[in-house]
């Protein structure tokens, strides 16, 4: 009922819309002055989706004329850097689900690549038969160069940090660490690199719920909050016990550390510390990616020479980040959302990772 309720509210729209302007000039008026690149193709995969419309953004990023597109298999945007593992899902994604949702590297006519996320839909006759597919696609190239912008900044304060003396880093490490901070959330956020550090200079990524996303970063998971989570998770007594103890023992590692300086031995026990709580997460598969970071932190730390110099307050950032987030999901449960928590120690962990390895 409330479905079939939805459906006469959106015909009472249409009509609406449709008594003051036709269908066709309608379409012409959405397509032309769209801000977004659009192309229509027909619903034919054997001819590789031919176009039949390309709006005027659209040629514009690429360097064709409408008349030159028309007829053609977006396959011509396609080169070198394509990705066919991918590509070879855009068919079945599309027979199975309708849609299809992606990042790439496209060519232009004149052979300069640029960075595009795109999104392919489905069109419907009166019938319910797929007859043609509408493609609205986004230019990444700013999102590209800020990516590069704040690769090269986290790398500059990290050599500055390095370079400079122990005076100079205790009057300028707060600024220094907060823009270190902001830079990863940016970059972890919407703009991480892939494993290969080279933002889309192989890339085409697929943009389907199980796989990584065009920036390299997983797909968002949601809104949960912690009194859902519960509900439909509840975790032993003894498996918190344990979670909060194994935090409180870091606390405890990192005060006598800032206090009396680092040894070996602390090192190790810090490390043992994230170890324990990265276990006590691991039994939770919403809370994997988090145990993850926190994981290889340790790993890290466990091998780290006493005399290596890296910002404590780093170290201190990300073990609040990660207490934060524990607090708002499993001890006090007062959070709205079980994952805002998680990225933030995810980012905070990328960027202590950049110090220390």
Not at 18 to 26: A, D, I, K, Q
Not at 34 to 53: E, K, Q
Request: proline share 3%; net charge negative; with cysteine.
């Amino acid at each position: 009922m409330p479905h079939q309720s939805k459906n006469m509210e959106e015909m009472l729209f249409f009509s609406q819309m449709l008594n003051e302007c036709s269908p066709l000039e309608l379409l012409k008026q959405i397509l032309m002055h769209s801000h977004h690149a659009i192309v229509i193709t027909d619903a034919d995969p054997s001819a590789g989706y031919r176009i039949i419309y390309a709006n005027p953004v659209f040629c514009r990023h690429t360097g064709y004329e409408l008349a030159e597109l028309v007829g053609t298999s977006p396959r011509i945007l396609q080169g070198p850097k394509s990705n066919r593992r991918v590509i070879d899902k855009l068919t079945p994604a599309l027979q199975e689900k309708g849609f299809f949702y992606g990042a790439s590297i496209n060519y232009r006519k004149d052979g300069s690549m640029y960075p595009v996320e795109w999104n392919i839909s489905e069109i419907k006759n009166e019938q319910g038969d797929v007859t043609h597919y509408i493609s609205m696609q986004k230019d990444l190239s700013n999102f590209h160069r800020l990516a590069k912008q704040v690769k090269k900044s986290n790398e500059s304060f990290k050599d500055f940090y390095l370079s400079t003396t122990k005076k100079d880093k205790d009057a300028q490490s707060k600024d220094v660490l907060e823009s270190l901070k902001d830079n990863q959330k940016i970059y972890a956020g919407g703009l991480r690199t892939d494993e290969n550090a080279d933002l889309f200079e192989d890339a085409f990524f697929d943009f389907s719920p199980d796989e990584m996303g065009a920036l390299g970063h997983k797909v968002d998971k949601g809104v949960l909050s912690a009194d859902d989570f519960w509900r439909e998770n509840p975790i032993e007594d003894e498996d918190v016990s344990s979670l909060v103890e194994s935090i409180q023992e870091v606390d405890v590692e990192l005060g006598l550390l800032q206090s009396q300086g680092k040894s070996k031995e602390r090192l190790e026990h810090i490390a043992n510390g994230f170890k324990e709580v990265a276990n006590n997460l691991y039994f939770c598969v919403e809370f994997n990616d988090g145990a993850l970071i926190i994981d290889e932190v340790a790993n890290v730390l466990m091998v780290l020479p006493t005399d290596y110099d890296f910002p404590v307050e780093m170290l201190v950032t990300f073990n609040k980040e990660v207490y934060e987030w524990l607090d708002g999901a499993v001890i006090s449960k007062n959070t709205s959302n079980i994952f805002e928590g998680e990225n933030n120690t995810i980012a905070a962990g990328n960027q202590l990772l950049l110090f220390l390895k």
